[in-house]
Nanobody, 123 residues
């Protein structure tokens, strides 16, 4: 059974850091385009970052310079390091896997989704 599970969400003060993990079972993450998405209350789901099979990365403008996506093939896990967190980063964060040849941040193109992990940035 193909499964993704996120972890690492927490309550953190503005300016703090978190590292989210996305662990896969039943398939090899490095064979897929892996994306991180987030959804805040009352807002649409938005793409945050993605890493291609070749290791190419993309970040949405609002997180550039603060977030870093990486992949550990040995652990079959993708990470999202989030630094200098802001209250507007508060959301449920989801990781997703796409089997498409093009690795782009469009949610409908992603085949598998994790259940999400809550990130709350507040003082």
């Amino acid at each position: 059974q193909l499964q993704l599970v996120e972890s690492g969400g927490d309550l953190v003060q503005p300016g703090g850091s978190l590292r989210l993990s996305c662990a896969a079972s039943g398939f090899t993450l490095s064979s897929y385009c892996i994306g991180w998405f987030r959804q805040a209350p009352g807002k649409e789901r938005e793409g945050v970052s993605r890493i291609s099979r070749q290791g190419g990365t993309y970040y949405t403008d609002s997180v550039k310079g603060r977030f870093t996506i990486s992949r550990d093939n040995a652990k079959n896990t993708v990470y999202l390091q989030m630094n200098s967190l802001k209250p507007e980063d508060t959301a449920v964060y989801y990781c997703a896997a796409s089997a498409r040849s093009m690795c782009i941040m469009m949610a409908p193109l992603y085949n598998y989704w994790g259940p999400g992990t809550q990130v709350t940035v507040s003082s």
